[in-house]
């Protein structure tokens, strides 16, 4: 404590000082220096969203410095401060401290506390000690010279006033119903939980806590009062197994009597929730028998609108076939004329019908995505074998039959251990779907279409492996599994949503609400995403936000939103930095709730995998339907934000799931998993997929993508809102008259 007498003023010219020196108020010089280097401090963050570790101590310092030096005096208190300065405080602190976003309203609240402490110290030491010598506070303290001249009058004017003094009297009351004072000092109860973590097994219940946190260094509780709570805690952990097994009536609650007030839970720390504790919030568990009534009521419901859709179609047909058998003059057939309710322009329909018939000659040829091309050496002949030394794990390779220039798959070299003449691959690609398989498999496999996915031996001197940079072009020619499938076999959902997009002409954006992905944005399909998605071609990733949209109203319908939640399909994917990826990913894991699994797709340039991460049992789940490798950059991803909020490394399982056949049909295969996931009544993502086929049929996979595209349907236009998810209703609101929606209207009829 400073010597009022000689601090409360500035000093005199020749004026000394004998008294000691003390030590004057924290700078945190360190933080200003590291971020003029671009450097920054980690915060890592508990399961319940709190700061700790040695940088959140320094982080509530510099909260403090922050508030003392851009805060005026003169506020009388903290919802008085401007936004505008508040916005100011958490921008410096983000220079200096890599901190979760979603902190940010914790930190504005611990400086409001801080700014009341600054008060409460310039009131307490600075200012009623000299209510006799006025003198003495006319100026600042010299420890803190840097306060205005002017706030400081204002700041003595105020704590003179009576009604300040009555506000301190009901201050001084209130604290002296405080019985039981902790000794966690900076500590804080966060910090401490994380001690007693770390050296028990066992589980700590917030009793413990607020057992611990009123010791003293010899382990003693000195007060009283607070020893015959503490007696309590002790008995009643001894009369039950479980803590905490009364929720909110928990041991603690029940020892100190009396329930915790709205905002404030005993023995947790500040700001946390009881919701975010006791994850009492959506707990609700859906019946089996519901789960499977709403799943195939769904199902009726879509084939019965299906079925309506195609009876429309063909009656039309039909009154198209009856009235085209009379005469009409050349130019315009009856079959217009009975359509139209006036006179269209004849050239108009022409050059529109003409347009869509020309996109229905679609070639069966390999459009390749820039994003997804591998390059492989093109010289083959200067490809030699090479000694099994030379053949490290996840080596990317060739696969030849009889001969090496007979390429028949693409692999990964898996076990670099296998002696004799055999190495073993993990099939990533099959070229040549009926090649032979040199060595049988020990499930009785013979063809190559049937070891997608799977682990086999590869005679050694066919595995070719220099060089290998892998170029799809090379083998679409052959590879029919790749090429894209025509818009006739499509959905008839999903042609008319196509036809109708096309004729409109313009994108289709959808507002994603806050709740889906933890952010409010908006998805934009354009115009050739849903071509490619109609003709079963590499899907974009906004229609993969989509149909995560679509599953997360299934969830509403189905009270499940407590089991799952989701991340967006670019969020995680390479392209963007990973410190930004880290952010997101910790971001949305902090905003997780008790055993709640976290899905997102993630693209490792070229390809769709599904990630699956269970915060509280720190568990990751590797999805992919293509390769069972687990990519690194993701890995990385996760564990470092595993990091940040101060969790051991996750334990990755590798989960065996639906294998896709070809290369493109990752994607579907991704937004089929989530399907199956969240419409399980079972959580275990193993058992899920353990249940699931070996491989997903076509109809599997028009599944969702007639319910994506009864889904994104309804927000092409507001418009059509009023149709109500029918496409039929689309002539209502179209500003074009019917007459020029016939030509594809007739073309969806004829195939």
């Known amino acids: 404590m400073f010597d009022s007498q000689d601090v409360a003023r500035p000093k005199e010219k020749g004026e000394s000082s004998t008294q000691k020196r003390k030590r004057g108020p924290t700078e945190m010089k360190e933080i200003t220096r590291a971020r003029s280097e671009g450097q920054k401090l980690v915060i890592q963050y508990n399961e319940l969203g709190q700061a700790i570790g040695q940088n959140a101590t320094k982080l509530k310092s510099f909260i403090g410095t922050t508030v003392r030096f851009h805060v005026p005096i003169i506020y009388s208190d903290w919802p008085t401060v401007p936004k505008e300065i508040k916005d100011k405080i958490f921008e410096l602190i983000e220079a200096g401290f890599v901190v979760d976003p979603r902190s940010k309203k914790a930190i504005i609240q611990n400086a409001g506390v801080c700014f009341r402490q600054f008060?409460?110290?310039?009131?307490?030491?600075?200012?009623?000690?000299?209510?006799?010598?006025?003198?003495k506070l006319k100026f600042p303290p010299n420890e803190y010279s840097f306060i205005d001249q002017q706030h400081w009058t204002e700041f003595v004017a105020s704590r003179l006033k009576e009604d300040f003094k009555k506000k301190s009297e009901n201050g001084k009351e209130k604290r002296k119903k405080h019985k039981y004072n902790h000794r966690t000092s900076r500590k804080g109860y966060a910090n401490l939980m994380e001690e007693l973590k770390a050296s028990s097994s066992d589980q700590i219940d917030r009793s413990i806590v607020w057992k611990q946190a009123r010791m003293d260094r010899k382990g003693q509780i000195p007060d009283e009062e607070t020893k015959e709570v503490v007696n309590l805690i002790d008995e009643l952990v001894a009369t039950q197994n479980t803590t905490n097994g009364f929720g909110e009536e928990d041991i603690l609650a029940r020892a100190l009597g009396g329930k915790d007030r709205p905002g404030i839970l005993r023995g947790v720390g500040k700001y946390v929730t009881k919701k975010k504790y006791f994850h009492t919030a959506t707990q609700q568990k859906t019946n089996e028998k519901e789960d499977d009534k709403a799943t195939s009521k769904e199902h009726d419901r879509m084939a019965k609108r299906i079925k309506e859709l195609e009876e429309e179609l063909l009656k039309m047909k039909e009154n198209d076939d009856c009235v085209g058998n009379s005469k009409e003059e050349p130019g315009m057939g009856s079959k217009e004329k009975s359509f139209m309710e006036g006179d269209e322009n004849v050239n108009d329909m022409e050059d529109l019908s003409n347009d869509l018939e020309s996109e229905k000659d679609i070639e069966d040829v390999v459009e390749l995505n820039e994003d997804i091309k591998v390059d492989i050496a093109k010289d083959d002949k200067k490809v030699e074998g090479v000694t099994l030394e030379k053949m490290k794990v996840g080596t990317p390779c060739k696969l030849a039959f009889e001969t090496k220039d007979h390429v028949v798959a693409w692999g990964t070299i898996i076990d670099s251990d296998a002696e004799g003449d055999n190495v073993k691959v993990?099939?990533?690609?099959?070229?040549?779907?009926?090649?032979?398989?040199?060595?049988?498999?020990?499930?009785?496999?013979?063809?190559?279409?049937?070891?997608?996915?799977s682990h086999i031996l590869w005679p050694r001197d066919l595995v070719i492996t220099n060089n290998i940079k892998m170029d799809y072009g090379e083998f679409t020619k052959d590879m029919s599994t790749f090429a894209p499938t025509p818009i006739q076999n499509a959905p008839v959902a999903l042609r008319f949503l196509l036809r109708m997009v096309e004729h409109m002409g313009s994108a289709i954006q959808i507002t994603t609400p806050h709740d889906v992905f933890g952010v409010r944005r908006k998805c934009c399909i354009m115009i050739e995403s849903l071509k490619d998605f109609t003709s079963m071609r590499p899907i974009a990733t906004a229609c993969l936000d989509a149909y995560i949209m679509y599953l997360y109203t299934r969830m509403e319908s189905t009270r499940t939103l407590n089991l799952y939640k989701f991340l967006d399909a670019g969020s995680i994917s390479c392209g963007s930095s990973k410190e930004e990826r880290v952010q997101l990913l910790t971001a949305r894991l902090l905003g997780t709730d008790y055993d709640q699994l976290l899905l997102f797709p993630y693209n490792s340039g070229n390809h769709w995998t599904l990630v699956v991460i269970n915060l509280t049992k720190g568990a990751a789940f590797w999805i992919d339907p293509l390769k069972n490798r687990i990519d690194p950059d993701v890995t990385e991803v996760v564990e470092r934000s595993f990091n940040i909020m101060n969790k051991k490394k996750p334990a990755w399982r590798v989960v065996k799931c639906p294998k896709q056949s070809g290369v493109v049909e990752c994607g579907y295969y991704v937004m089929r998993f989530m399907r199956d996931i969240i419409m399980s009544t079972s959580t275990s993502i193993i058992q899920i997929m353990k249940d699931s086929p070996r491989a997903y049929t076509q109809d599997d996979i028009d599944c969702i993508r007639s319910e994506w595209a009864e889904f994104v349907g309804k927000h092409v236009d507001k418009g059509l809102n009023k149709a109500k998810g029918n496409p039929m209703a689309f002539y209502k609101v179209l500003p074009q008259s019917i007459g020029a929606m016939k030509p594809w209207i007739r073309q969806l009829v004829d195939v």
């Open 119 to 135: 008060k409460y110290r310039l009131t307490t030491t600075y200012v009623l000690p000299f209510l006799d010598d006025v003198e």
């Open 426 to 453: 993990a099939i990533d690609v099959v070229v040549d779907g009926d090649c032979a398989i040199p060595i049988p498999s020990e499930q009785g496999m013979y063809k190559m279409s049937q070891e997608v996915g």
